[in-house]
């Protein structure tokens, strides 16, 4: 039979925007789907997992009673009241003890908040625990009241509380990480280049400086001895109105005025040839003049054609994308690919491009040795073989023989992974995002 295999289940933008905001606040919580039996608990946070002692697959499909917390102090009446909450269709809070995996009690206010959809039926419910010794701080999810993951257009959190977030505003939030994606970028490709441009500017003030001192100095030397006062030094004094007394040394511009006059005239002639408002008038000054022109332009040829290429060098990377991305459209139109699959196409490698920048991990490992190949692949996937139960107390040469045979994909929200049917040839290992298990278009699970 053929295999049909995507990239990723559909994600869930609702449920990925409501898993951000209460794992930002500390949140303590479980999200049951109201659709199934029992509401089965289709995710659950790190915070209720260290409050309870369960892991998440101890948790995971289980009624969102909690059953599996009930316990010798449990009382009867507090049950009865989550049981109630969970059939009908408002929120409720409910002082309850529950027990740990280890036995041990604790006494937790349980907020139970159902999501009801634009018709008015309840999608699924988020229960959320805090203990009560701590602040409560579950009136930021007072009145939960959004639109369904299928609908199109969310209706606004309805709660009185100063503290509650609307699902617009939960919305914005999510838009303004783009301009740390855009920030990250940007640093990512002018980091480089603006510190050898701030260095170029540096070396040509640096070097209108030392003109501006010789230029200074020429005209200090000669003005004594010239005897028609022609230097610039004594056209500046007659320019500003501070003549020159030669019975009064003290006469004449200051040596701020005589500095900036000096270097707006070395800069004017390096970067052009002058505006005439400062000009030479003596064989030295015009020597001198003409030996600041030649050192201009070959700070033109030099300075400034490194900043050109430094400005290339910025939107090189965008560039590379625009190349790819033309290849891509020309493959859908040789091809004629049906529209779905020609989005799925884009999608995809714009999605791949954000995470990797254009640039094949499996390639570049090739042009190395296999040993370093092994070194490489074995700091690339530390996180996940330190951290996933299977591979611990494997030998470091067991682990160096597994990193080699991982590869790296990335898939786009809105894909799937694996079909009901598929032949599977694969082991996969999630390491950022979120995916979904689905039966009959129902979400089963969030991992």
């Not at 898993?19 to 659709?35: D, L, P, S, T, Y």
């Not at 002082?95 to 009690?105: M, P």
């Not at 030099?302 to 994308?321: E, H, P």
Request: with cysteine; hydrophobic share 40%.
């Amino acid at each position: 039979m053929p295999v049909r295999r995507g990239h990723v289940a559909p994600q869930n933008t609702f449920l990925g925007i409501i898993i951000k905001k209460f794992e930002g606040q500390n949140k303590k919580f479980i999200i049951a789907n109201a659709r199934v039996q029992n509401c089965a608990i289709i995710y659950c946070n790190d915070g209720f997992c260290e409050m309870t002692g369960f892991s998440r697959p101890d948790v995971m499909q289980r009624p969102c009673t909690c059953d599996f917390l009930h316990g010798e102090f449990t009382n009867r009446h507090a049950i009865a009241q989550v049981a109630q909450a969970l059939m009908g269709s408002e929120e409720r809070k409910v002082e309850i003890t529950y027990h740990r995996k280890d036995g041990s009690d604790f006494l937790c206010n349980t907020h139970i908040i159902p999501v009801k959809n634009e018709e008015g039926m309840v999608m699924m419910f988020i229960l959320n625990f805090d203990y009560i010794l701590e602040e409560d701080s579950s009136d930021s999810l007072e009145g939960l009241n959004h639109t369904s993951p299928a609908k199109a257009e969310p209706t606004l959190f309805t709660s009185m509380s100063p503290q509650t977030t609307t699902l617009i505003g939960l919305l914005k939030t999510a838009r303004l990480l783009r301009l740390v994606r855009v920030a990250r970028k940007l640093d990512r490709y002018s980091e480089y280049g603006a510190a050898v441009l701030m260095l170029l500017m540096c070396i040509f003030a640096l070097i209108a400086h030392w003109l501006a001192c010789i230029w200074y100095a020429i005209g200090n030397v000669e003005k004594p001895y010239l005897e028609h006062k022609i230097g610039w030094l004594d056209n500046l004094g007659v320019s500003i109105g501070k003549r020159y007394n030669y019975s009064d040394p003290s006469s004449g511009p200051s040596i701020k005025d005589k500095y900036v006059t000096a270097l707006y005239f070395t800069f004017s002639s390096l970067t052009s040839v002058g505006f005439g408002n400062v000009s030479p008038n003596t064989n030295s000054e015009k020597i001198f003049s003409i030996c600041v022109m030649l050192i201009g332009s070959l700070m033109y040829a030099s300075i400034f054609g490194n900043v050109s290429a430094i400005i290339q060098r910025l939107y090189s990377g965008t560039a590379r994308y625009h190349l790819q991305m033309l290849r891509v459209k020309e493959f859908i139109r040789f091809h004629q690919i049906p529209n779905p699959l020609r989005q799925r196409l884009e999608e995809y490698f714009q999605h791949a491009w954000n995470y990797t920048n254009g640039i094949d991990m499996n390639m570049v490992l090739k042009g190395f040795p296999e040993c370093l190949q092994a070194d490489i692949c074995l700091h690339l996937n530390a996180s996940l073989l330190q951290g996933c139960k299977a591979f611990q107390g494997a030998t470091k040469g067991c682990l160096r023989a597994l990193a080699m045979r991982f590869k790296t994909t990335h898939s786009p929200p809105g894909d799937t992974l694996v079909h009901c049917g598929d032949v599977l040839t694969a082991l996969y290992f999630l390491s950022r995002g979120s995916i979904e298990i689905l039966k009959d278009d129902i979400v089963v699970a969030i991992l």
